[in-house]
C-alpha cells in the first residue's frame, strides 16, 4: 500500500529542456516571464476559501448576539412610522427622492446608475491598470468610480444621521425627539427666480432654465472634446457622447443636491412633462 | 491503526465508486479530486501562486458566494414556518422569534447574511474596478456582475415585504409608487396617463397584483423571494464562474 | 472529393440539385417557420402578461358612510383616517375630504395641528390645510374624494376611489390650486358655518 504511485503531471527531468509556447493574437501580456508558478487548488484554495467561510461564520455569530433582526409592529396603511427610514443600502435612493422627482430619481436614476456601471468597462479605453491596485496609471476612472460611490454613502450618511422627523434635516447635536418647524422658505423652482429678479415672463424664465440645463450638457460635451483632444480621439465619437452624458449626469446630481440644500431650488427643467 | 481504517475506507468499493480517486495526498489524486467532483470543479486544477495572496482578493467574491449560501439554507428553514397570508405572516414570525426553537437564531442569520451580501457584493465590485479586473476580455463578466448586484438588492426588497410589519409594509409601498413612475408605463410617470395607463393597468399594478399592498402583494413577493429570483441568481452565478474560467483569473502574474 | 466535401457541409446549396423553384420554396418554408414561432412567442409573452393582471380585487372598502356635517367642526377632523384613510376637513362654506395619501410615494402624512400643515415622514413633503404643496418633494396637491349626501337620510357619503386632482400651479409659496377648482360637486358640499364659529383662527378656512 506504501508503494502508490506519486508523481508529478509535468516531472521536472533535468536531461530534457522545455517550453512553454502559445500563440496569441495581440502583443503578449507573458513576455520574457518564467513559466507560471502554480500550485495544486487542493489544499492550497480550497483551505482559504474554508477559513474564510468559518470566519464569515463566526462573525455573524458574534454579531448577532448583540444585534437582532428588527420586527416592527403590524403593517397598518393608516400610519406611517416617522420617521420612515429604509434598510441602510436604500437611503441613498430615499434621499435622493427629496431632491429630485420619483420618475426621475426613483426609476431613470437608478437605471442609469445599473446601465452605467454596465458600460463602464466598454467606455474605459485605457488598457493599463489589469491585474493590480493603481491610482496613478488610471487616475479618471477611479476618480469617475470613486465619486459615484462617494454620492452613495454621503447620501446613505445623510439618511441615517442627519434625517429626523418628518425627514427634517436634523443636526446631530439638535433634539431629534421635537418636531421641527418646516423650513420658512419653502422650495422654488428656477425659473421664478428668474421671474422675481429679471421681471420677465414666466414662459421666459423657464426658457432661461431650459438654456441652463440644455448648456450644462452641451458644454459639458463640447469643452473636454477640444481640451484634451488625445482623450477624445482615444474614445471615438459614439463611446465619448455616452461617457460624457453619463459623467455630466452625475455630477448634474451632484450639483442639484447643493442647488438644494443652499439656494432651496426645487426644478432647473419646467416643462409641462417632466420637471428635473 | 487510523492509517489502517483510512486505507480500509478509501480503498473500498463504495468509496472509489462515488470519488473514483484516492486520498488527495499526491498530485494526481489532488488534480482528480477537483475534476472529477461536481462541486469543487468549477476550481481549474492548479492556480497561480500569486492568485492566492488575500491581499488582491480579500476572498470578497467567495465570501459572498458563502453568504448567499447560508441565505438559501436559512430561508429554506424559515419557509417551514413561513404562511404567505396577511392574516398570518406576521404571528408566524412572532413565533419564529418567540417560541421556536432556534427560530430567532435562524431569522437573525438570515438578515445579516443578506445586509453582509449587499455590502460584500459592492466590496467585491470595488475591489475588481480598482485591480482594472473588468478590462477586456472580462467586460461582460463585469456585466454579469451587475446583474447579479441588482439582483441582491431586489431580493433584499421583495424579502422585506414578508414580515408583514410597518417596515415591511411601507417599505413596499413607497417602492411599488416608485414603479407607478415609470415613464411611458406608469400610471404616474410622464406620458403615462396620455398613453392611457391607470392605477387598474399600469406597471404598479402588475407589480403589486392590486392597487394597494395586499394579499397579492405578499404572494408575489413570496414567490419572487423564495422562486424566482434565487434561481435567476443561481444562473447568473453560473455564467459568472464560468466566465472566470474562460476569460482567465486577473491577479498579477 | 472536394465536391462531396463542399455538399456535406453545405447540403442543399450545392447549385444544380436544387432547382429556382426549390430555394425559393424553402426561403418561404424557412421564412414561415420564423414567423410561426415569432408569432407563438409574441403571443406567450402577451398571455403572460395578461396572466399577471387579476380581472377580481378582493380589496380594502372605499366607501365610508361618515354621519352628518353638524358632528364635524371647523378644520381638520382626523376621526376617519384610521378606518378610511381621509381626513375631513371643514371650512366657513362647507365640507369636503382629502385623502390621506402623499401624493409623492403614497406614505400617510400626519397632521400637525400647531403648525396648521400635513407632514409627510417618508420624504418630507409638506401641505396646507387645503392640500396645496407648501414644501418637499411632492409633485402634485393631495387628493380630494368625492363626498355626497344619503338621499334617504342626509348622511354624507364619502368614496375614497373617484379622486378630484386638478394641475396644480407653481408659485414661490408652493404647488398651488384655487380653492374655487377644488370647491366643485361631488367633491365640496355646501353648508353653513357652524353656530358661533369665526375664521380668525385660522384664516385658510374662510
Not at chain 2, 474596478?129 to 439582483?151: D, I
Not at chain 3, 384613510?85 to 400647531?114: A, E, K, Q
Not at chain 3, 386638478?166 to 357652524?194: C, N, R
Request: aromatic share 14%; proline share 6%; net charge positive.
Amino acid at each position: 500500500m506504501d508503494e502508490k504511485v506519486t508523481r508529478e503531471i509535468f516531472p521536472r527531468d533535468s536531461r530534457k529542456s522545455y517550453g512553454l509556447v502559445e500563440l496569441m493574437k495581440k502583443t503578449a501580456p507573458i513576455v520574457k516571464k518564467e513559466p507560471e508558478d502554480t500550485v495544486y487548488v487542493w489544499p492550497n484554495l480550497l483551505m482559504i476559501e474554508i477559513i474564510c467561510a468559518i470566519l464569515v461564520t463566526v462573525g455573524l455569530m458574534v454579531l448577532i448576539q448583540f444585534e437582532h433582526a428588527p420586527l416592527r409592529s403590524l403593517a397598518d396603511p393608516s400610519t406611517t412610522p416617522n420617521p420612515m427610514r429604509a434598510p441602510w443600502y436604500f437611503l441613498g435612493l430615499q434621499e435622493l427622492l427629496v431632491y429630485f422627482d420619483p420618475w426621475y430619481a426613483g426609476v431613470v436614476l437608478p437605471g442609469m446608475i445599473i446601465v452605467g456601471l454596465m458600460l463602464f468597462p466598454y467606455l474605459d479605453v485605457n488598457p493599463k491598470g489589469v491585474g493590480y491596485y493603481t491610482y496613478s496609471e488610471r487616475k479618471f476612472a477611479v476618480f469617475n468610480y470613486s465619486f459615484g460611490f462617494a454620492i452613495w454613502w454621503i447620501t446613505i450618511i445623510i439618511g441615517t444621521y442627519l434625517r429626523g422627523l418628518d425627514w427634517q434635516w436634523y443636526w446631530p447635536w439638535s433634539n431629534h425627539l421635537e418636531h421641527m418647524n418646516p423650513a420658512l422658505v419653502t422650495l422654488v423652482p428656477l425659473h421664478l427666480i428668474f421671474v422675481n429678479w429679471f421681471h420677465v415672463s414666466e414662459g421666459v424664465g423657464k426658457l432661461f432654465g431650459d438654456i441652463i440645463f440644455i448648456g450644462y450638457f452641451a458644454l459639458g460635451t463640447i469643452i473636454p472634446m477640444i481640451v484634451w483632444k488625445p482623450m477624445y480621439k482615444a474614445m471615438g465619437l459614439w463611446r465619448y457622447l455616452t461617457f460624457s452624458f453619463f459623467f455630466l449626469s452625475m455630477m448634474g446630481v451632484a450639483l442639484k443636491i447643493v442647488l438644494r440644500l443652499l439656494f432651496n431650488i426645487k426644478y432647473v427643467l419646467v416643462t409641462p412633462w417632466i420637471n428635473i | 491503526m487510523l492509517q489502517k481504517i483510512k486505507n480500509e475506507i478509501v480503498e473500498s468499493q463504495i468509496f472509489k465508486s462515488v470519488f473514483r480517486h484516492g486520498y488527495p495526498d499526491n498530485d494526481l489524486d489532488r488534480a482528480y479530486a477537483i475534476f472529477s467532483s461536481v462541486f469543487l470543479h468549477i476550481h481549474p486544477v492548479k492556480v497561480r501562486r500569486s492568485a492566492l495572496r488575500m491581499r488582491y482578493t480579500f476572498c470578497l467574491g467567495g465570501i459572498t458566494l458563502f453568504l448567499f449560501i447560508i441565505l438559501a439554507v436559512t430561508g429554506i428553514w424559515l419557509m417551514f414556518y413561513y404562511t404567505p397570508y396577511t392574516g398570518l405572516a406576521y404571528r408566524n414570525i412572532k413565533d419564529l422569534q418567540f417560541v421556536i426553537f432556534g427560530g430567532n437564531l435562524m431569522r437573525d442569520l438570515h438578515r445579516f447574511a443578506a445586509h453582509g451580501m449587499v455590502l460584500f457584493v459592492w466590496l467585491h465590485m470595488t475591489r475588481v474596478f480598482l485591480t482594472g479586473a473588468y478590462k477586456a476580455p472580462r467586460e461582460f463578466n463585469w456585466v454579469v456582475g451587475v446583474v447579479l448586484l441588482v439582483n441582491t438588492l431586489v431580493l433584499s426588497w421583495t424579502g422585506y415585504l414578508l414580515p408583514w410589519d410597518q417596515l415591511a409594509y411601507w417599505a413596499v409601498t413607497v417602492g411599488a409608487k416608485m414603479a407607478s413612475y415609470t415613464p411611458l408605463i406608469g400610471q404616474n410617470g410622464p406620458w403615462g396617463p396620455q398613453l392611457g395607463f391607470l392605477p387598474t393597468n399600469d406597471i404598479m399594478f402588475m407589480l403589486l397584483g392590486g392597487t394597494v399592498v395586499g394579499q397579492n402583494a405578499l404572494i408575489r413577493f413570496y414567490v419572487l423571494h423564495c422562486v424566482v429570483l434565487p434561481l435567476v441568481v443561481t444562473v447568473f452565478l453560473a455564467v459568472h464562474f464560468w466566465r472566470i474560467r474562460k476569460d482567465g483569473f486577473s491577479g498579477p502574474l | 472529393m472536394t465536391n462531396l466535401t463542399a455538399q456535406m457541409q453545405h447540403p442543399g446549396e450545392t447549385g444544380d440539385m436544387a432547382s429556382p423553384a426549390d430555394k425559393g420554396r424553402r426561403k418561404f418554408l424557412v421564412a414561415a417557420g420564423w414567423s410561426l414561432m415569432g408569432a407563438s412567442m409574441a403571443g406567450t409573452a402577451f398571455a403572460a402578461y395578461k396572466y399577471l393582471f387579476p380581472p377580481v380585487l378582493y380589496e380594502p372598502p372605499t366607501v365610508f358612510k361618515i354621519g352628518h356635517v353638524s358632528i364635524y367642526g371647523l378644520g381638520v377632523d382626523e376621526r376617519w383616517k384610521l378606518k378610511g384613510r381621509f381626513w375631513v376637513v371643514r371650512n366657513m362654506r362647507g365640507i369636503y375630504n382629502m385623502i390621506s395619501i402623499c401624493r409623492h410615494l403614497g406614505c400617510t402624512p400626519n397632521w400637525f395641528p400647531d403648525q396648521k400643515r400635513f407632514r409627510c415622514p417618508c420624504h418630507g413633503s409638506i401641505y396646507d390645510a387645503h392640500g396645496n404643496v407648501r414644501g418637499g418633494p411632492a409633485p402634485r396637491t393631495l387628493w380630494r374624494g368625492q363626498i355626497t349626501r344619503d338621499p334617504l337620510d342626509g348622511e354624507l357619503i364619502v368614496n375614497t376611489v373617484i379622486r378630484l386632482d386638478p394641475d396644480p400651479v407653481q408659485t414661490p409659496q408652493g404647488l398651488w390650486v384655487k380653492e374655487k377648482v377644488k370647491e366643485v360637486t361631488p367633491f365640496y358640499i355646501e353648508h353653513s358655518a357652524p353656530a358661533g364659529a369665526s375664521c380668525a383662527s385660522n384664516r385658510l378656512l374662510c
